[in-house]
């Protein structure tokens, strides 16, 4: 399952007591969303229809949306959000089976929303209503009925945010859990490239890339090979904030192709970009087993690479 947020119902019980506090908590949880998206994680899954959760007395979500105190930008990304926020009841069977099978309490109430979390492995995210919720992790009593229908209680943590802050302190755990969804076997060369900008952000794709990556089925040992050569320039971009592109910080032999193939296959070199220009294509990283290529510019400079072919050597 893929790496979701999902909304801490619990945070929404109590209405705060005015228009103004309600302002501030939903500008934070705002930026919050808007960090974990950054992130790569896009998709916030709720137990209902957020417009109706009242913030302050007469002052519910879908009048939050429309205050034109509220921030243009913060407003827009809302909007964006809302139109494809999931409910968990439309989870995957082998989800709502473990969901079925426990019980999750945090300091003494009946969590549906971070059991959700706990069970799916995903980011719980709550609107900081109260002090309780300030805090990266949330600690959780759980009830289980384990294999032999034996009821079990323990204790466990979840990562959690409230603030912006939060998220970037769980930067690691998230782009590991991401990076274990990209190498899962699973993922094939088309959803890598319908993906391609959740997985790989920094990374630009010409248009004869599609056919290149959706012909590596399942099973096509060469494919986990180019997952690993686009994040390695993935983690690259991350990195590289100024200052000319620098090879030797890649992890994988990174060259440029030599003058004499550069003249017996400038056309093939030569690749439309997605913005209509045509570049010349060097760089280019090895793969096997075979000899696969794949080419590379830095042209856009600092944060950003442009894959132009992804493929068996040119001869």
């Not at 090895?286 to 600092?302: D, H, K, Q, V």
Request: glycine residues 4%; proline residues 4%.
């Amino acid at each position: 399952m893929d790496l979701e947020m999902v909304l801490n119902e619990l945070s929404l019980e109590t209405p705060v007591a005015d228009t103004s506090t309600a302002l501030k908590l939903m500008s934070e949880l705002i930026q919050t969303l808007i960090q974990a998206k950054k992130l790569g994680v896009k998709i916030l899954r709720t137990d209902r229809d957020l417009n109706y959760i009242e913030l302050a007395p007469n002052y519910p979500i879908a009048s939050w949306r429309n205050d034109r105190e509220v921030d243009r930008e913060e407003r827009r990304f809302f909007r964006s959000l809302i139109t494809k926020v999931p409910l968990w009841s439309d989870v995957a069977e082998e989800i709502k089976s473990k969901f079925d099978l426990s019980e999750v309490w945090h300091q003494g109430k009946l969590a549906e929303g971070i059991r959700f979390a706990l069970i799916s492995d995903s980011l719980a995210v709550s609107l900081l209503s109260k002090p309780q919720w300030d805090t990266d992790f949330l600690e959780l009593q759980i009830t289980e009925l384990d294999k032999n229908e034996q009821l079990t209680d323990y204790s466990e943590e979840i990562v959690h945010a409230s603030r912006s802050s939060h998220v970037k302190q769980h930067t690691e755990w998230i782009k590991n859990r991401i990076q274990n969804i990209l190498f899962g076997r699973q993922v094939d060369g088309q959803i890598l490239w319908e993906r391609r900008e959740e997985f790989f952000p920094g990374l630009i794709f010409c248009e004869q890339v599609s056919q290149q990556l959706q012909h590596l089925n399942i099973g096509n040992p060469i494919l986990q090979q180019v997952k690993k050569r686009l994040f390695e320039l993935e983690q690259y971009c991350k990195t590289w904030k100024t200052g000319a592109f620098n090879k030797n910080l890649l992890p994988s032999k990174t060259t440029p192709e030599s003058d004499s193939r550069i003249q017996q296959f400038r056309q093939e070199l030569t690749i439309k970009c997605p913005d209509g220009k045509k570049l010349l294509f060097s760089w280019h990283l090895r793969m096997t087993p075979g000899a696969w290529r794949l080419y590379f510019s830095e042209e856009l400079g600092p944060g950003k690479i442009i894959i132009g072919y992804i493929g068996l050597k040119l001869k």
